[in-house]
């Protein structure tokens, strides 16, 4: 992304100079020509890549669920923190979060037994209390042996005695029940979130299955091309997410660009908001709208072999090595400058 937002920028500063520089027809020929060498290149090679090398590897199905709107729950923290109401709002609180949590294993048993071999959940759409958060893991370890599958949950973990009370997580459960990955969301957004969120650095976590190597990544990390940088190497990235209506379609087409640069194949399940599946060429394979599907469950045959890219290897290098380029050329001018002067 940083690339095209260079080349973008790029073209702006060429068609200012040749503005300038319109009656001086060697000079504009010279600068065209560098800048169209570049961005044809670019195309080309996108074109490339995207007609070209599409996945031919074997795929897997991919079942990603989002809670149904009527089951979502909220916590009474004032409650629980209240020693006359405590008890009260434990107990309704454990209802709710049991009834909801069901649903979702409930959900996953099923698409298990319609084949996906992976399930995962969207963000926070499990909610557990800190005190019975080791008992659900024991629920889904149980679930994932049982239906063998690779089991992932999307679970706001509330801690009534913290005033960050929330820890945003994915935990990923292999065909054994065992635990192998316990992902905390990287980067929690500003404003509503932040401020309540109790998150530690894990850094993206990857593991090696039988179905390629699996990456985690939760919503608002996908923002940020450098942080993403750490699923390199990865041949699948399961992302729940959780977005609101505004912004669905934007924040979904922005996820797409970090499968294309670090070319992992992706899964994104966003509850009020688009979800996709889309190969590392970002070609959208599946796709859901919360607000019209009534099952909230995306379902993706997905590639289990990812590639890799030129992005992945070099990075930003190339717009680095043009900044240098631009100091030096700035060096040198001023050097001539002086050297007229005296």
Request: charged share 25%; proline share 2%.
């Amino acid at each position: 992304m940083g690339y095209i937002t260079f080349l973008i920028a790029w073209f702006a500063s060429v068609s200012n100079w040749v503005y300038e520089q319109r009656n001086e027809g060697r000079n504009v020929k010279k600068g065209v020509l560098i800048y169209g060498l570049v961005l044809g290149l670019t195309l080309m090679y996108g074109a490339y890549r995207v007609q070209f090398q599409d996945p031919n590897s074997e795929t897997i199905r991919i079942a990603s669920i989002s809670a149904l709107d009527s089951l979502k729950v909220g916590i009474d923290l004032h409650g629980i923190n209240n020693k006359e109401t405590e008890n009260d709002a434990i107990i309704e609180a454990r209802r709710n979060t049991s009834k909801l949590n069901q649903y979702l294993f409930d959900r996953s048993i099923k698409e298990a037994e319609a084949g996906a071999k992976i399930v995962f959940w969207a963000e926070g759409n499990g909610v557990i209390l800190k005190d019975d958060e080791s008992e659900l893991y024991d629920q889904a370890s149980e679930i994932a042996s049982t239906q063998n599958i690779y089991l992932g949950l999307g679970i706001a973990v509330i801690d009534p005695t913290n005033s960050r009370f929330l820890e945003n997580k994915f935990v990923l459960f292999d065909r054994n029940g065992k635990k192998v990955m316990d992902y905390w969301k990287g980067i929690s957004v500003p404003g509503a979130e932040a401020p309540i969120s109790n998150n530690k650095t894990t850094g993206i976590q990857k593991i090696e299955t039988d179905y390629g190597t699996i990456a985690g990544a939760i919503c608002f990390d996908l923002d940020f091309p450098n942080y993403l940088k750490e699923a390199k190497g990865s041949d699948i990235l399961l992302a729940p997410s959780n977005d609101y209506i505004e912004i669905d379609q934007l924040h979904t087409n922005m996820a797409k660009f970090r499968a294309i640069e670090q070319g992992f194949n992706m899964v994104r399940q966003a509850s009020l908001g688009h979800s996709i599946g889309t190969d590392y060429t970002g070609k959208v394979i599946s796709e859901m709208n919360h607000f019209t599907d009534t099952s909230k469950v995306l379902i993706t045959q997905l590639p289990t072999k990812g590639s890799k890219t030129i992005y992945s290897i070099i990075g930003d290098s190339f717009i680095v090595f043009c900044m240098l380029l631009l100091v030096m050329i700035v060096v040198v001018l001023r050097g001539k400058k002086t050297d007229r002067k005296s």
